[in-house]
């Protein structure tokens, strides 16, 4: 079954502090991964996918097959980055393209 | 404002009454989709379109749930005789392509409140 894992609801960070969003999943084929974010009171955005390699704001993730894992990360927190944050995957070469989509993990920056 | 639009972005109703939400995409977005998120939970898929053809329904669709593109731009989805259950944010996104590597883009949603 595909399926994806964040296991924190909530993580609490100062100013400064690195960061890191787990995110687990289950999928039996070659899956791409996404990192959404959502601002207070803003729409669902795209953060970044694995297959362009980059790093926004920042944050960068590294898909590791092996684990099965695709953890957001930062060096440095900033209060901007205060957010919700969904680990999404899409099935590779699927007809539909629909993103399956992890519980979320809210990121509260503290000053 | 040239991203997806929902309207509306609020809807209260009563139990046993009939919704209708529309969804307009980017314009030339061939690609639509419908999820539905409910508290504490991510975005679950709904429905999928390319053009006007609707190529995939959820099992989370039941009969009381229908979706519509039919002029391959504008969308609406309906939900007969509302149940409390259907109390969410219906959010819809569309994308450009015709392969596997395209990002959807989200609408504000509509939040649906069923008494």
């Known amino acids: 079954a595909q399926r994806v894992t964040q296991p924190e609801k909530l993580l609490s960070v100062f100013k400064g502090a690195p960061v890191e969003l787990k995110c687990n999943y289950s999928?039996?084929?070659?899956?791409?991964l996404f990192w959404y974010v959502q601002y207070s009171r803003q729409r669902l955005q795209l953060l970044l996918r694995h297959i362009s390699r980059e790093s926004i704001k920042g944050f960068t993730a590294d898909l590791n097959k092996g684990e099965t894992s695709f953890h957001l990360k930062k060096p440095f927190a900033q209060e901007e980055d205060s957010a919700m944050y969904y680990c999404?995957?899409?099935?590779?070469?699927?007809?539909?393209?629909?993103?399956?989509f992890g519980t979320g993990t809210l990121l509260a920056v503290q000053p | 404002d040239t991203g997806v639009s929902q309207d509306p972005r609020h809807k209260i109703t009563k139990r046993g009454q009939n919704v209708t939400f529309r969804c307009d995409p980017i314009?030339?977005?061939?690609?639509l989709y419908w999820y539905r998120q409910t508290l504490g939970q991510g975005p679950e898929f709904l429905t999928y379109f390319q053009n006007e053809a609707q190529l995939e329904k959820s099992r989370l669709l039941s009969d009381r749930f229908s979706a519509e593109r039919p002029k391959g731009s504008f969308s609406t989805l309906e939900i007969q005789r509302t149940e409390q259950g259907d109390s969410a944010m219906y959010l819809c996104?569309?994308?450009w392509g015709t392969g596997g590597n395209n990002e959807q883009f989200f609408g504000p949603g509509t939040r649906l409140t069923v008494l």
């Open positions: 996104a569309s994308s």
């Open positions: 314009s030339e977005h061939n690609r």
């Open positions: 999404a995957l899409r099935a590779y070469g699927g007809a539909t393209n629909k993103l399956i």
């Open positions: 999928y039996s084929g070659s899956p791409e």
